[in-house]
């Protein structure tokens, strides 16, 4: 990260990622309007008592304004979200993406990332992405990635990572978007919401970005596409998840019962919603369609729409990565905590997020450790 002595446009990122306008930042600072937008557009520079004003309302270290951080535009930019979602929940998202940026490209000054390891993304328009191909992706990827199609797997997001995918988690929790990826400097990013979701739907969020990753890297902006096509590319995206999860033969073989009480044996297994294994047991034709309505009323009567049996006891799968090679620095004393954190220019909420808790509070067996202590004889 390249430093400058003031960069107006940390300033827009930190107010966004707060939920900000200039107004509410304005009456919480004292600073006027006028002057805050000044400052934003880089018509003039904020100094002194205003500059710490700014800093400690936004709570963002000083040091973090004066770092160039690349500009991240909304092309090729998906978010797995409701159609209510708000361009100011989108906004605080990407902004959360262009910091997991950053820390991925200081931490690779120092440690080499797993190289990214994905079949070749499609590249074709919506309307000729079918599901046979979708299909064909899921099962490539598996098999790309050591995986047979008769297990299900494990842990997702550790091999996503392993693959050179950054998976990283946000500092927002916003109920009507789950997970945004993109594409940056030719190396897949996700970015997960902390909704508190289950573990369940959270590696269905996951596999789905997966999904637009290898099926859409060629579209350029959503915002250009029509509802009819929105529509058309979530649902891709769902069908990738689907498959990738769920292999055919391999999920038909393992259906023992297409009771309720059976869909709640087969969560344990595959470590996907009961809402999906219904929908994926119709899809495949194990269901009818009155059979297929009535467990869907069934899932509404139970009230299991949002929370279904076992999703206390599935774990919610957590990234790693980037907390690993932040270790692998400290441990191998390339640079201490302190050093990394003060170069990462970001606050601890932001950090804790993004790495871990861990690496984000400076503990008291760390503030020891700097201490010089000798034994006198």
Same mark, same amino acid.
């Given at each position: 990260?390249e430093?400058?002595?003031?960069?107006?446009?940390?300033?827009?990122?930190?107010?966004?990622?707060?939920?900000?306008?200039?107004?509410?930042?304005?009456?919480?600072?004292?600073?006027?309007?006028?002057t805050?937008?000044?400052?934003?557009?880089?018509?003039?520079?904020?100094?002194?008592k205003?500059?710490?004003?700014?800093?400690?309302?936004?709570?963002?270290?000083?040091?973090?304004?004066?770092?160039?951080?690349?500009?991240?535009?909304?092309?090729?930019?998906?978010?797995?979200?409701?159609?209510s979602?708000?361009?100011?929940?989108?906004?605080?998202?990407?902004?959360?993406?262009?910091?997991?940026?950053?820390?991925?490209d200081?931490?690779?000054?120092?440690?080499?990332?797993?190289?990214?390891?994905?079949?070749?993304?499609?590249?074709?328009?919506?309307?000729?992405?079918?599901?046979?191909?979708?299909?064909?992706?899921?099962?490539?990827?598996?098999? %790309?990635?050591? &995986?047979? !199609? /008769?297990?299900?797997?494990?842990? *997702?997001t @550790?091999?996503?990572?392993? #693959?050179?995918?950054?998976?990283?988690?946000?500092?927002?929790?916003?109920?009507?978007?789950?997970?945004?990826?993109?594409?940056?400097?030719?190396?897949?990013?996700?970015?997960?919401?902390?909704?508190?979701?289950?573990?369940?739907?959270?590696?269905?969020?996951?596999?789905?970005?997966?999904?637009?990753?290898?099926?859409?890297?060629?579209?350029?902006?959503?915002?250009?596409?029509?509802?009819?096509?929105?529509?058309?590319?979530e649902?891709?995206?769902?069908?990738?998840?689907?498959?990738?999860?769920?292999?055919?033969?391999?999920?038909?073989?393992?259906?023992?019962?297409?009771?309720?009480?059976?869909?709640?044996?087969?969560?344990?297994?595959?470590?996907?919603?009961?809402?999906a294994?219904?929908?994926?047991?119709? %899809?495949?034709? &194990?269901? !009818? /369609?009155?059979?297929?309505?009535? *467990?869907? @009323?069934?899932?509404?009567? #139970?009230?299991?729409?949002?929370?279904?049996?076992?999703?206390?006891?599935?774990p919610?799968?957590?990234?790693?990565?980037?907390?690993?090679?932040?270790?692998?620095?400290?441990?191998?004393?390339?640079?201490?905590?302190?050093?990394?954190?003060?170069?990462?220019?970001?606050?601890?909420?932001?950090?804790?997020?993004?790495?871990?808790?861990?690496?984000?509070?400076?503990?008291?067996?760390?503030k020891?450790?700097?201490?010089?202590?000798?034994?006198?004889?």
């Amino acid at each position: 990260m390249e430093e400058t002595l003031f960069n107006p446009q940390n300033l827009t990122y930190a107010r966004i990622a707060r939920g900000f306008t200039m107004k509410f930042l304005s009456e919480k600072s004292g600073i006027s309007r006028q002057t805050i937008s000044s400052y934003e557009s880089g018509k003039s520079v904020p100094r002194g008592k205003n500059l710490l004003k700014l800093s400690q309302i936004l709570n963002f270290p000083i040091t973090y304004f004066n770092t160039k951080m690349s500009p991240l535009s909304s092309e090729g930019t998906f978010f797995r979200s409701r159609a209510s979602s708000t361009k100011k929940a989108r906004d605080k998202q990407k902004i959360r993406l262009i910091y997991s940026s950053s820390i991925y490209d200081l931490l690779s000054d120092y440690v080499n990332f797993p190289s990214v390891n994905i079949p070749t993304p499609i590249e074709e328009d919506l309307s000729n992405i079918t599901n046979e191909k979708i299909k064909k992706m899921a099962l490539l990827t598996r098999k %790309k990635w050591g &995986l047979d !199609n /008769e297990e299900p797997i494990n842990n *997702l997001t @550790k091999l996503i990572e392993a #693959n050179g995918i950054i998976i990283s988690q946000a500092n927002l929790r916003e109920e009507k978007i789950d997970a945004v990826s993109k594409w940056i400097a030719d190396r897949p990013f996700i970015l997960l919401t902390d909704n508190r979701e289950s573990g369940v739907r959270r590696r269905f969020n996951i596999a789905h970005e997966l999904g637009h990753i290898l099926l859409h890297s060629n579209i350029e902006s959503i915002y250009e596409l029509s509802n009819t096509d929105m529509n058309r590319l979530e649902d891709q995206a769902n069908t990738f998840a689907s498959n990738l999860l769920l292999p055919d033969q391999a999920f038909i073989r393992s259906v023992v019962s297409t009771s309720m009480e059976g869909f709640i044996e087969l969560k344990k297994y595959w470590k996907v919603s009961i809402a999906a294994l219904i929908m994926k047991a119709h %899809k495949v034709k &194990l269901l !009818n /369609e009155n059979q297929y309505l009535y *467990l869907n @009323k069934k899932l509404s009567y #139970n009230h299991w729409r949002k929370s279904e049996p076992l999703d206390n006891i599935i774990p919610i799968e957590m990234p790693d990565l980037y907390k690993a090679v932040c270790k692998l620095i400290i441990n191998n004393n390339v640079m201490s905590k302190q050093g990394l954190k003060a170069k990462m220019k970001l606050p601890n909420d932001e950090l804790s997020a993004l790495i871990s808790p861990e690496f984000a509070n400076l503990d008291q067996e760390d503030k020891l450790k700097t201490l010089k202590l000798h034994i006198i004889k």
